[in-house]
């Protein structure tokens, strides 16, 4: 609907998009009443301002909650641990912070000290042996595995890199448990081609 | 009304030498601003008070923001945790209720973005409605009758359904308006959104609003 008033018409279509300044009252007073002009000669812009009022003042009416009786508490609890965290935060950071400060000195200075050569370090590990009782060995012996050939009189730490003929996957070397009549459960040596003596 | 604990104070909080300790009478007077200077200065007690200030404020801000009452006491306590972790950083030439409203209502945002992403029913959500649906009407004025009352809760159901369905950053916009109270600028700095389109998202809000009232209020 149109109205004219105070030289100026409004439609419907005006009053909607901007009734929320005239709901809040931040029109100029010649603006404002321009919308009074409307609202008083426009049923379905009457109805939709009633329904709105009605429908906020409804909404604003329901009840306010409020917060939980161990709210400060809980609260209290949470700010405590926002109080330590920062500083353990803060003297772990330093602590990295010098660490790698440290490391990193140090292998600038080791990699001057060999001028422009990289840094690597060959290491030469030697085959380990481990011992085994002599009664262990014995009981194995004398057991199911009194006539395996292959039973060494040694126990040779499993992947020992010297023991690694290199033979590929068949024939070369691997490591077995073998369990005695004791059932004691040892890492064993076992070949099955010849051994490379040469080595 | 029932009392609430404080927050503790213990002795490491006791104000700097040469600044007075104000009781907690004198606390209530000083408003936000003076309040965080005198907690910045090792005042802690005035924390105290400022949670104390805004606890409940807050709360209905995010429980009519997002719809879940345990919830939003969760983001409130975030709120709190932030504003106490970032206070020193604040700007005394704001206003801290803007600032407090624009964390509170960033949290809230956080949420409701969350639960669009991974939409879930909360089992204890369902769970109060439907306790509500199924308890007996009390009759808490016998002067009314008991369509009178059955029509103003249902009319209670609507208002809280229609405010649900609008859009998030409508949404925000119209509980910090309606609720709050909070003027365009208020809610612009807040929302970190221009002037007219605060006014531009408010007046969409309200006439969504209307629309989805308007078969129960005719």
């Known amino acids: 609907m149109d109205v004219l008033r105070d030289g100026a018409m409004m439609v419907c279509k005006e009053f909607v998009e901007r009734h929320t300044e005239y709901l809040d009252d931040t029109l100029a007073a010649g603006e404002r009443r321009r919308f009074d002009a409307h609202l008083e000669g426009c049923g379905s812009c009457r109805r939709y301002q009633r329904v709105l009022t009605r429908g906020l003042a409804a909404w604003r009416a329901l009840p306010r909650v409020t917060t939980s009786p161990d709210f400060l508490p809980r609260l209290q609890h949470r700010l405590y641990h926002v109080d330590e965290s920062p500083k353990r935060s803060w003297r772990g950071q330093v602590g ?64 020992a890199p010297a023991l690694d003929d290199g033979g590929g996957l068949f024939g070369s070397s691997y490591a077995v448990p073998i369990a005695t009549s004791d059932s004691i459960v040892l890492p064993v040596e076992r070949r099955t081609g010849q051994l490379d003596e040469s080595r | 009304m029932d009392t609430k604990p404080d927050l503790e104070v213990t002795s490491q909080y006791a104000p700097p030498d040469g600044m007075a300790s104000l009781g907690r009478g004198e606390l209530k007077r000083l408003d936000d601003a003076e309040l965080v200077t005198h907690y910045l200065r090792g005042q802690r007690f005035a924390f105290n008070e400022i949670a104390d200030r805004y606890q409940d404020r807050l709360l209905n801000f995010i429980y009519r923001t997002i719809g879940d009452r345990d919830r939003a006491e969760d983001l409130v306590q975030e709120t709190f945790v932030r504003v106490y972790r970032h206070l020193h950083r604040f700007d005394p030439g ?29 089992f204890h959500s369902l769970r ?37 369905e609008l859009p998030e950053h409508h949404r925000v916009v119209f509980v910090l308006r309606e609720l709050e109270g909070k003027s365009y600028e208020e809610i612009s700095e807040i929302t970190g959104v221009t002037l007219g389109t605060v006014k531009s998202r408010l007046n969409r809000a309200r006439n969504r609003f209307a629309r989805i009232i308007a078969p129960m209020l005719d």
């Open chain 1, 96 to 159: 990295r912070a010098a660490a790698i400060a440290v490391a990193s000195a140090g292998l600038f200075t080791l990699g001057v000290s060999n001028g422009s050569q990289p840094l690597l370090v060959e290491v030469q590990l030697p085959p380990v042996m481990a011992d085994v009782p002599t009664e262990t060995v014995a009981e194995s012996r004398g057991g199911r595995f009194a006539d395996d050939p292959y039973v060494p009189d040694s126990f040779l730490v499993p992947f």
């Open chain 2, 94 to 122: 704001r206003k801290f209720s803007t600032w407090i409203y624009t964390i509170a209502s960033n949290l809230a945002k956080n949420e409701l973005r969350n639960r669009a992403r991974n939409p879930l029913v909360l």
């Open chain 2, 128 to 164: 109060k409605s439907w306790e509500a649906d199924h308890r007996p009407l009390e009759f808490e004025d016998t002067a009314y009758r008991p369509d009178d009352l059955f029509r103003k809760r249902r009319v209670r159901e609507q208002v809280e359904a229609a405010v649900a």
